[in-house]
């Protein structure tokens, strides 16, 4: 499958890598839209949210286990906001799950 997360999960495109472990990599985005923009994908390739099962769902709760201690080493607890585009419509680009991570300047609301 040719898929761009996919292929920094296993290491064969280099990525500035946060954290990883068995089941998921957090790395920071290439094009950040805040000064702190990182990414947190699952290892194994999950489309989107509307992908999520009962058989997967274990990547993704580790996930939102490891954001407390990635927002506490980056300094933006308490004023960070976790993204992830669902879909074509909703500006997702990359079709393998992931959170964007932004924090480290003020946000608005809503987002557009
Ligand atoms: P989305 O538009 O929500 O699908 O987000 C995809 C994100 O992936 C964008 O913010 C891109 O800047 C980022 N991105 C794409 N390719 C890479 C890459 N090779 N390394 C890091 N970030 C990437
Ligand atoms: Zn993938």
């Known amino acids: ?17 946060e954290y990883q472990d068995d089941k998921i990599v957090i790395f ?21 949210l509307d992908h999520i099962n009962e058989s997967n769902c274990n990547a993704v709760s580790h996930i939102f286990k490891h954001l407390p201690k990635i927002a506490k080493k ?6 960070y906001r976790l993204v992830s585009n669902c879909g074509e419509k909703a500006g997702q680009t990359v079709n393998h799950l992931h959170f964007h991570i932004l924090g480290g300047r003020d946000m608005r609301w809503p987002p557009g």
């Open 28 to 48: 920071h985005d290439l094009n950040p839209q805040a000064p702190v923009h990182l990414l947190a994908i699952p290892k194994d390739h999950i489309q989107s």
């Open 74 to 79: 980056f300094g933006i607890e308490n004023g």
């Open 1 to 17: 499958m040719d898929c761009i997360f996919c292929k920094i999960a296993c290491g064969e495109i280099k990525a500035d890598i």
